[in-house]
């Protein structure tokens, strides 16, 4: 068991090497960026943009650039179930962050 979970690492850091892939890993936020009263949106977007440029200007993960996609709740719990829906089925999306 425990080479067989060795060679898969191996295997994995080893094809991700190799296929040199290029196009970004992307972290996904929804949250309320409608209501003019509520800021806490555009904050936690601005930090997930800082770390995004650190882990960027480190070499991105596994030598891929990461990148932020966005999707607007407006405060709407159902509108909020359907763009996770959305974001789940996008293959590219490994995280999705949450408003307040």
Do not use: C
Not at 15 to 43: H, M, Y
Not at 52 to 71: F, H, K, Q, T
């Amino acid at each position: 068991m425990r080479f067989l979970a060795i060679l898969m690492s191996v295997l994995l850091v080893a094809s991700a090497e190799a296929g040199a892939e290029t196009r970004p890993i992307a972290v996904a936020l929804d949250a309320e960026f409608s209501l003019k009263n509520s800021t806490s949106a555009q904050s936690i977007e601005k930090g997930i943009r800082a770390a995004i440029a650190e882990i960027n200007a480190a070499g991105g993960v596994l030598g891929r650039p990461m990148e932020l996609r966005i999707s607007d709740n407006r405060s709407v719990p159902m509108r909020g179930i359907e763009n996770l829906k959305e974001l789940a089925a996008d293959p590219e999306v490994v995280a999705v962050f949450g408003g307040r």
